[in-house]
């Protein structure tokens, strides 16, 4: 099922292009300095450097945590693949989103390997009530969970699951 690896590719050069954008685009936010487009009462895009994980955590923790961070997400995309390889084609739904999820960590991974940080944009809030900032490589692995979960959920189970039981 390594074919799927164009969904991977295409997730990964969306990313970076939106990254590289908006990083043209709009200055760092800061505080007392905070550029950002706005493009509904509840959405808008604003520059931020996370140099943590997911919702910033360790985002403070000084500088160690960069390759920490960078190791985990090769060894999460190398278990990506070899899992992407060792499926069956009626696994299509779990080569979909394997994919998806292994573009968005090959996303973010390239953002801290090459810069320390990884680039969020997307800012969706309501009123002083923020969620953290997230990018497109974000949203794919959040996607491809979510088709992981279902799969998990409305798929036949397989040949060698049902010999099992």
């Known amino acids: 099922m390594l074919h799927w690896l164009w969904l ?12 590289y954008r908006i990083s043209e685009i709009l200055a760092v936010c800061e505080p ?21 994980a997911a919702f910033s955590f360790l985002d403070d923790a000084g500088g160690w945590q960069r390759w920490m961070f960078a190791a985990i997400s090769t060894g999460v995309s190398t278990v990506l693949i070899v899992w992407l ?41 309501y009123g002083n009530y923020y969620f953290p900032a997230f990018n497109l490589a974000d949203s794919a692995i959040t996607i491809g969970a979510g088709i992981m979960i279902l799969d998990m959920l409305f798929s036949k189970p397989s040949q060698a699951t049902e010999n099992i039981q």
């Open 85 to 125: 390889y060792r499926l069956t084609v009626q696994e299509r739904w779990l080569a979909i989103a394997l994919s998806v999820v292994l573009g968005g960590a090959i996303g973010n991974l390239i953002d801290r390997v090459t810069l320390g940080y990884v680039v969020d944009f997307i800012l969706v809030h």
């Open 32 to 52: 007392g300095n905070c550029a950002s487009i706005v493009l509904l009462p509840v959405f808008e895009f604003t520059r931020l450097h996370n140099t943590g």
């Open 8 to 19: 991977s590719t295409l997730i990964v050069f969306l990313d970076q292009v939106t990254k």
